[in-house]
T-cell receptor, first 116, second 114 residues
């Protein structure tokens, strides 16, 4: 079974600065997908960014980018120019590509606080 | 688009009562999921379905049942509610393609068992 580990329960960053959230995972599969979700106080799950394991290029979405290290099974999220609206819980998630097993496995989350 | 719709949004149950959380999606997704999120924790998979008529257990299925008679609907049934089932429940859906499409979440259902 796959596992996802987020070792930072809480992080804080000064507004306009850059912060990196860590995520590691364990799998024996070679093809899979990785995601970062944001959960604001409303509890809605919002997709931030996704990465296909077969792609070497790191995904980027505006101020959000990832550092995907497949051999190390590491998938960190970098938030540049942090804004107050970025404050939320962030969850890393793994999804298998095997048919019938495409369920998301989540880490325990990192609570990000933005300091004005 | 409505996306993934969950009802009710809030519910208080007494111990031993039963109820059904409804989930519907209008995106013609073949995959649907139910997760629960306990306070300060990540999401744990209860049940999932890869298509109408097919369901399978996730990590924490005990105390729950599901059915998938149509592509659109995936209700979650709680039998004999217990305080340990107090949680926020999320329904989600996705396509199944080789590109691993994004999973879309509903807004959550807050359930308290007293």
């Amino acid at each position: 079974a796959q596992t996802v580990t987020q070792s930072q329960p809480e992080m804080s960053v000064q507004e306009a600065e850059t912060v990196t959230l860590s995520c590691t995972y364990d799998t024996s599969e070679s093809d899979y997908y990785l995601f970062w979700y944001k959960q604001p106080p409303s509890r809605q799950m919002i997709l931030v960014i996704r990465q296909e394991a077969y792609k070497q290029q790191n995904a980027t979405e505006n101020r959000f980018s990832v550092n995907f290290q497949k051999a190390a099974k590491s998938f960190s999220l970098k938030i540049s120019d942090s804004q107050l609206g970025d404050a939320a819980m962030y969850f890393c998630a793994y999804r298998s590509s095997n048919f019938g097993n495409e369920k998301l496995t989540f880490g325990t989350g990192t609570r990000l606080t933005i300091i004005p | 688009n409505a996306g993934v719709t969950q009802t009710p949004k809030f519910r208080i149950l007494k111990i031993g009562q039963s109820m059904t959380l409804q989930c519907a999606q209008d995106m013609n997704h073949n995959y649907m999921y139910w997760y629960r999120q306990d306070p300060g924790m990540g999401l744990k998979l209860i049940y999932y379905s890869v298509g109408a008529g097919i369901t399978d257990k996730g990590e924490v299925p005990n105390g729950y049942n599901v059915s998938r008679s149509t592509t659109e609907d995936f209700p979650l049934r709680l039998e004999l509610a217990a305080p340990s089932q107090t949680s926020v429940y999320f329904c989600a859906s996705s396509y199944r393609t080789d590109s691993g499409n994004t999973i879309y979440f509903g807004e959550g259902s807050w359930l308290t068992v007293v």
